[in-house]
């Protein structure tokens, strides 16, 4: 008899047969215009998508801003998720960590003119602007490695350093098993390492 655990709305079969995507499944349906399916879809990931953004922007009222932007998009743009090509949690969080990021620049340029008229009038601070300015950079820096690694590689990454799952639940999540998700996310620092000339 299959015996299914649910998590966070994902089925997990404990017979090894892979997992069925609810996440996706409204995501066509809020595709169709579906309210209740949308309503449904904010209540499972609206947590998980809030703190993610929030380890992205460590400020709680901008990050309250960027979930209403994810999910806005999310009702805007729900027939672009293709369920060929990955889960829809996955899609989800992309878009989240892609309107954190965007919104991280945002905040810097204008940080970043506001520094230059005030060096005009004022010499001050410059060792807080510069320390921002290399955090930006090696965050940007990071960005761009993740994005060159294999999709499984990265869906794994980035569901474990910004969605805060752990590798069980990612397997549970991308249908895959336990070994190849550790394998995936230990290949894929091992490309993130070397991209950015760590040592380990």
Avoid: C
């Avoid at 309210?35 to 609206?46: E, I, K, N, P, W």
């Avoid at 922007?57 to 729900?78: G, H, I, K, N, T």
């Avoid at 060929?84 to 969080?93: A, E, I, T």
């Amino acid at each position: 008899m299959l015996v299914d655990m649910v998590i966070d709305g994902i089925d997990v079969p404990d017979d090894g047969t892979e997992a069925v995507d609810h996440i996706g499944e409204l995501l066509q349906r809020v595709a169709g215009g579906d309210q209740t399916a949308f309503g449904r879809l904010y209540d499972l990931l609206s947590p998980r998508v809030f703190g993610l953004i929030l380890r992205v922007l460590v400020d709680r009222a901008q990050s309250e801003e960027v979930l209403q932007e994810v999910f806005l998009e999310v009702w805007q743009s729900a027939a672009r998720f293709a369920p060929n090509r990955g889960q829809g949690r996955s899609w989800v969080l992309t878009i989240a960590h892609r309107r954190a990021v965007d919104r991280v620049r945002s905040s810097q340029a204008a940080s970043d003119r506001d520094v230059r008229v005030g060096f005009r009038d004022l010499d001050v601070a410059h060792d807080g602007v510069s320390e921002q300015a290399e955090l930006r950079i090696e965050g940007e820096k990071v960005a761009a490695a993740l994005s060159g690694l294999p999709d499984p590689q990265r869906e794994a990454l980035t569901l474990a350093y910004y969605g805060g799952y752990s590798q069980s639940e990612i397997a549970a999540l991308v249908g895959a098993p336990l070994g190849t998700i550790k394998t995936r996310m230990r290949d894929g620092l091992s490309r993130l390492r070397s991209e950015m000339g760590v040592t380990a």
